[in-house]
C-alpha cells in the first residue's frame, strides 16, 4: 500500500455542529431534525431529505446559499475533530504512507480542514473536483491524485454505499469504519477491512508494511 485516502463526514469530522447549525437556521430543536436525519439514512434516503420534510418544497440549495449569505456557512475548529484523527493520521505518514482526505463536501471545506493543519498530504472535495460519490469520476480522481495503482490505495468511509462499494468497484481497497448513524447501523460485505476507530485501521495498515 502507498496511499490512504479518507472521506470527511462522520469519518473524520462530527456532523453534530453541521446539523445543529441547520436546525438553528431553520428554528427547530437539534433532536427534531437529527432523528429525522436518522429515520432517512435508515430508509436509504438522501439526508437532506430531513430538510425536506421540515420544510416541504424547499430548495435546499438555496437556502444554503442564504445561509452563506447571512455569515451563517460552514465552520470548522478542533471540536470537531474525532479524537482519534491526528494520531492516526500521523502513525499513517510516520510509517511512509501517503495521507489524503476527500469527500462530498462544498469547496469551502477544503480551507476550513486545511486551517485545522492536519497531517494530510493532500485534501479536496467534490465541489473542486466537479464529481461526487458514489459515481465512478469521483474514485478515478482520487486514482489520478493519491500515488500508487489503484490496488496499492486504501479508501476508508463510514458508508457502504458511497465509500466502500464504488472504491471497490474502481479497484481500490476499502475500510470500512462503523462510526456515525450510517457506520454503525450498516455492513459493508465487499471491505477489505471493518474497524472501529481510525487508531485501529491504522495499526492494522502500519503493520502491513
Not at 32 to 41: K, P
Amino acid at each position: 500500500m502507498r496511499s490512504v485516502v479518507f472521506d470527511i463526514g462522520e469519518t473524520l469530522i462530527s456532523d453534530t455542529r453541521y446539523w445543529g447549525d441547520w436546525a438553528r437556521w431553520l428554528g427547530v430543536p437539534q433532536h427534531t431534525l437529527s432523528a429525522l436525519v436518522g429515520i432517512v439514512v435508515a430508509q436509504g434516503r438522501d439526508n437532506a431529505d430531513a430538510i425536506r420534510i421540515l420544510r416541504p418544497g424547499v430548495d435546499v440549495a438555496a437556502e444554503w446559499r442564504a445561509r452563506q449569505a447571512a455569515g451563517r456557512g460552514d465552520y470548522l475548529d478542533e471540536t470537531d475533530l474525532y479524537p482519534d484523527v491526528r494520531p492516526a493520521l500521523s502513525r499513517l505518514r510516520e510509517a511512509g504512507l501517503w495521507v489524503g482526505i476527500a469527500g462530498n463536501q462544498n469547496a469551502a471545506v477544503s480551507g476550513l480542514l486545511r486551517d485545522l493543519g492536519l497531517p494530510a498530504d493532500g485534501i479536496a472535495t467534490s465541489a473542486e473536483w466537479g464529481v461526487s460519490k458514489p459515481g465512478p469520476g469521483f474514485f478515478e480522481r482520487v486514482v489520478e491524485w493519491a500515488p500508487g495503482e489503484p490496488h496499492e490505495i486504501v479508501y476508508v468511509g463510514d458508508h457502504p454505499m458511497n465509500d466502500v462499494t464504488p472504491a471497490r468497484s474502481a479497484g481500490l481497497r476499502a475500510a470500512h469504519l462503523r462510526r456515525g448513524p450510517i457506520g454503525l447501523t450498516t455492513t459493508a460485505e465487499d471491505a477489505d477491512w471493518t474497524v472501529d476507530s481510525l487508531t485501529e485501521l491504522a495499526e492494522l495498515l502500519v503493520g502491513r508494511q
